[in-house]
């Protein structure tokens, strides 16, 4: 079985005024994404356990593999 594993770190973030105040994945052309929903299998993670502030730090290591209390 082969496996890609995509992270979208930052791309929902909050609407900014450059984008007509949208989102950057609002905002963006995703035809090569959408492609890969379509023929393959998908989910969402949510790496951070209870009581870790979430950020981009902790959640990517998490990810890895990483112990988010270490």
Known sequence: M?????VLD???DRPV????RKTPLQ?????????????GACGIVDP???GI????DV???????YDPHE
């Not at 082969?2 to 995509?6: C, R, S, T, Y």
């Not at 502030?53 to 981009?56: A, E, H, L, N, V």
């Open 48 to 50: 951070v356990a209870p």
């Open 17 to 20: 005024a450059e984008l007509g």
């Open 2 to 6: 082969k496996a890609l594993f995509v």
């Open 59 to 65: 959640a990517n290591m998490a990810l890895l593999g």
């Open 27 to 39: 905002a963006a052309r995703t035809p090569n994404m959408d492609r890969l929903a379509r023929s």
């Open 53 to 56: 502030p979430p950020g981009s």
């Open 10 to 12: 930052g791309m929902a």
